[in-house]
């Protein structure tokens, strides 16, 4: 009876989900609002784990207002777009909540992208403002005298783990910084909104920009979290995937926000860390593409494969005849 009791039960759950009444277009809630809420209910919490740095859900959240404050005293508002060209980072996630606080789009840039492409980007978004990493720099300076963006005013470096300044023809912007306000709220806005715009790869052309509102992306984040992976508060979500990508940051990061739960943040995947990593942090969910999990399974059979504290994975693109292989090679509970 309890495999057909979880079935039912699941069954009404669906079923609540899918008849439920979709959030009207004027509702109050965002990405932002997420950060904020959790920073209310678990200020010293962890919120993000990335490259020896830690941040509870309030300082997160403090961080993301120092952004919004000196964004809007630089004239960014509603509707208005910013480039964001980084890594996965904490950066990356201080400097998104930040700008979809004052109702601003955050235009996610693929950071494989060059040339060309890059340009393309940052033009199609008729983006007021360009946010990049220190990691980063090369590639946006070997474009940076074809778009229209003005040199010393719209080019915001934000270090990495170097100690390089910002190029004379860039401002820098840190979120550490305390002359700017930590107590910006994310204020009244709309689950209509935009809150990014998402490329497509560009392998057939150059890439297009996909609208991605907070009315698309709490859903859907809520339903991760909430229906498949089942987290709450406690848990901890491994991402290698790109935050400019939707599975790596809507599926991923926001569902994680959704649930209040850590997030152990990657730059990318490492097949040969990936469950040493996992381990380590006690992860006990992550999000995938399929042909990651390929490469996980790729690796040599070990005894300590099931000894592992992840229960629920979420992604896509997971073909069905590795699926139970995985499943049962690492002891998963839900995929």
């Known amino acids: 009876m309890g495999a057909i009791g979880n079935f039912f039960g699941d069954f009404k759950v669906l079923l609540a989900a899918a008849t439920a009444k979709p959030p009207a277009p004027d509702e109050i809630a965002s990405f932002g609002l997420l950060a904020e809420q959790n920073a209310e209910s678990y200020p010293g919490e962890v919120a993000i784990i990335c490259e020896g740095e830690t941040v509870t859900w309030l300082e997160l959240n403090q961080r993301a207002n120092r952004v919004a404050d000196r964004l809007s005293a630089q004239g960014i508002g509603h509707g208005d777009c910013v480039s964001l060209f980084m890594q996965n980072r904490i950066e990356f996630v201080v400097q998104l909540l930040g700008i979809t606080k004052l109702g601003a789009i955050g235009g996610l840039i693929n950071t494989n992208l060059t040339k060309q492409q890059l340009k393309h980007c940052i033009t199609l978004t008729e983006s007021k403002k360009c946010i990049f990493g220190e990691e980063l720099t090369a590639e946006l300076n070997e474009i940076r005298e074809e778009l229209s963006l003005q040199d010393g005013a719209d080019y915001l470096f934000v270090r990495d783990n170097g100690t390089q300044p910002a190029p004379n023809w860039a401002v820098e912007l840190d979120s550490n910084d305390d002359s700017l306000s930590d107590s910006n709220p994310a204020g009244d806005i709309e689950i209509g909104n935009t809150a990014f715009y998402i490329f497509t790869s560009g392998t057939t052309g150059l890439p297009k920009a996909a609208k991605f509102s ?23 979500m491994y991402n290698c995937l790109p935050l400019y990508h939707g599975t790596g940051l809507a599926i991923g990061l926001a569902s994680a926000f959704t649930a209040g739960a850590s997030t152990v943040l990657r730059r990318k995947l490492s097949v040969s860390a990936f469950w040493d990593d996992v381990r380590e942090f006690n992860c006990t969910s992550f999000v995938y593409i399929g042909e990651f ?15 592992n504290p992840v229960r629920a994975i979420i992604g896509n693109g997971l073909r069905p005849d590795i699926w139970h292989t995985f499943k049962n090679r690492y002891d998963i509970e839900r995929i």
């Open 214 to 236: 907070h009315r698309r992306l709490i859903p859907t984040a809520a339903m991760a979290a909430h229906l498949v992976l089942r987290i709450d508060q406690k848990d901890r």
């Open 293 to 307: 999990l390929r490469y996980l399974l790729s690796q040599p059979e070990l005894p300590q494969d099931k000894e």
